[in-house]
C-alpha cells in the first residue's frame, strides 16, 4: 500500500503565508506526478498545483504567482508554498500521487487524508 502524510495547515490571516507538506511511503517503485488539490465547502475538488518527476509544473490560474509547488524525488515528498493568502484560498487541501507500486505494471493515484486551510481576519 502507499501512504500519503500531509502537514502544514492551519488558520492564517489574509496576505500570510502557509507551506504545506507530503511524504509518500510505502511499496513504491516509481513516483510520477506529485501535487495538491483542494475542496471548498459547496464545491468540487479542484487542481491546486502538479509537479512532474522531471519537475515540470501546472498551476491553477487562481494561485498562478501566489504558490510554487516543489518536489524532492529521494525522500518522495512534494511541498505547496502559499503567499498572498485570500479568504478565496480557503478549502481542505488534498496531497495526490501517481505512483506505481513495486511488483505493479500501472500507476495509480493515491490521496491524502487532507488539512484544512483557512484563510480570515
Known amino acids: 500500500q502507499v501512504q500519503l502524510v500531509e502537514s502544514g495547515g492551519g488558520l492564517v490571516q489574509p496576505g500570510g503565508s502557509l507551506r504545506l507538506s507530503c511524504a509518500a511511503s510505502?511499496?513504491?517503485?516509481?513516483?510520477?506526478?506529485m501535487g495538491w488539490y483542494r475542496q471548498a465547502p459547496g464545491k468540487q475538488r479542484e487542481l491546486v498545483a502538479t509537479i512532474s518527476s522531471g519537475g515540470s509544473t501546472n498551476y491553477a490560474d487562481s494561485v498562478k504567482g501566489r504558490f510554487t509547488v516543489s518536489r524532492d524525488n529521494a525522500k518522495n515528498t512534494v511541498t505547496l508554498q502559499m503567499n498572498s493568502l485570500k479568504p478565496e484560498d480557503t478549502a481542505v487541501y488534498y496531497c495526490?500521487?501517481?505512483?506505481?507500486?513495486?511488483?505493479?505494471?500501472?500507476?495509480?493515484?493515491?490521496w491524502g487524508q487532507g488539512t484544512q486551510v483557512t484563510v480570515s481576519s
Open positions: 495526490y500521487t501517481n505512483v506505481i507500486r513495486s511488483g505493479w505494471l500501472v500507476a495509480n493515484d493515491y
Open positions: 510505502g511499496s513504491i517503485f516509481k513516483v510520477n506526478a
